[in-house]
C-alpha cells in the first residue's frame, strides 16, 4: 500500500521542478530580449554593416544642424567668376 501512495502524492522533488517566481521573470526576461534581438536582424546578413552605416547617417545629420546654426541656414557656397 505504501508503494501506491508514493505515486498518487508529490514528493518533495517534484514540487522544486518548478523554479522560483524570480528565477522565472529572469528567464522570461532573457527569453524576451532574445526574441527582440532575433527580430531586430530578421532579414539583415551583416547587423554591424547597418549599425555603422546608422552611425555615419546619424553623424551626418548632426554636422549639417550644426553647420546650419552656425551660418544660421545660410548655406557656405559662394559663385566665383573670373
Known sequence: MGIFLSCCGQSAEETNLMPS???????Q????????????????KNV?????????AED?????EEAARQGQGQANL???TS
Request: aromatic share 2%; charged share 50%; proline share 0%.
Open 21 to 27: 517566481q524570480e528565477e522565472r521573470r529572469q528567464q
Open 29 to 44: 526576461l532573457e527569453a524576451a530580449e532574445k526574441r527582440r534581438q532575433e527580430n531586430e536582424s530578421r532579414g539583415i
Open 48 to 56: 554591424e554593416s547597418v549599425r555603422r552605416q546608422q552611425q555615419r
Open 60 to 64: 551626418l545629420e548632426r554636422r549639417e
Open 78 to 80: 559662394r559663385w566665383q
